[in-house]
């Protein structure tokens, strides 16, 4: 159940037997309780004095003044007071009566007024209360008698009113808590999120946005890895532009740029997910093809001379393809020595694909 559902006393889970104990605690008897309640006609007819009295020392502290800060403050601040003094002479102490005395911490802990201030602020409301209803019973035994079950009342309320103090500032507590995580959560999202962009730039080569020559390799080393243990095959396709030295030299480096890319852009477009397509350095491609075999590397290859075609009719490839496994696997060195072996075949045989 939300909080604002729910009374401050039922919020703490303050039960009437609680109430008692804590007046039991103080020694807060009903005949102290009696004794207030005979002297309330004095307070009522002395209240606004009394009131008036109070704020006029108050506000002649500086550091109270900038508290209370403005006249409407200080007018419902006088209201206030004038039913805290007649709930003290009241004669209801009930549940009803500390939830009152809740509300002040609550009160008094938003608008900035600390202990410190609502201590000597309850200490010199008692002393005039105190000397009002002395000249008016001019007996020094009832008064004493009043003045002690007075400080036992104002010493139960105290209690209260500090319990709320402490709620609000441990939820304060827990809220700022609560946010320093979130916080904290969110920067350790953030900063995976850019570790993980670091880490796929620190693979990815510049120009083509495939991925480069070490970061081909590790994941080419992880693939024969699995196929090792899964009894499959690894299919390599390795290619370079044919003539591209002529397109920088003649058409400029610009273009020779244009025709990386577009090879790149139709490589990203045929692979799988499964599939590394990166630059090996130069104009020279290499694409890791998992669980195919020759056969399908070679349907690969026919796929991009297509396609490539469709789009840059006058780019064309040379292209060698080596399989590595399932029966037997060679090293990496050997099975990158073997494609490239093939694609200069390839380019002898003006584009046919050559495979080992």
Known sequence: MKSTSLSLIDQMRISELEIQRRKELLGLTRADLSLLTEVRSI??????????????????????????????????????????????????????????????????????V??????????????????????????????????????????????FVFDTYIKCLVSEIELSREKVESYARDLEATVRSRTRELEELSQRDSLTSLYNRRALLEMLRRDLGNAR?????????????????????????????????????????????????????GDEFCIVLPGTDQAGARVFAERLIRELGERQPEITLSIGICQNGPLEFIGIPEMLRCADERMYQSKKQEGSFVSC
């Not at 397109?247 to 852009?265: F, P, T």
């Open 43 to 112: 307070v009522e007819e002395n209240l606004d004095a009394i009131v008036d009295d109070f704020y006029e020392r108050q506000t002649a502290n500086a550091e109270i003044a900038l508290l209370i800060g403005d006249a409407d403050t200080l007018m419902r601040l006088k209201a206030a007071q004038r039913n805290y003094i007649l709930e003290l002479f009241g004669g209801y102490y009930d549940s009803e009566y500390v939830n009152s005395r809740l509300r002040i911490g609550m009160v008094h802990k938003r608008i900035g």
């Open 229 to 281: 243990r899964s009894g499959d095959c690894v299919s390599m396709v390795y290619l370079d532009v044919d003539s591209f030295k002529q397109i920088n030299d003649n058409q400029g480096h610009h273009r020779g740029d244009e025709v990386l890319k577009s090879v790149a852009s139709v490589l990203s477009m045929i692979t799988r997910d499964v599939d590394i397509a990166g630059r090996f350095g």
């Open 114 to 159: 600390g202990p410190k201030h609502f201590t000597s602020a309850v200490l010199l409301l008692k002393q005039i209360m105190l000397r009002v209803i002395g000249i008016a019973l001019q007996d020094e035994e009832r008064t004493e008698a009043i003045r002690q079950a007075l400080e036992k009342l104002i010493q139960f309320d105290t209690a």
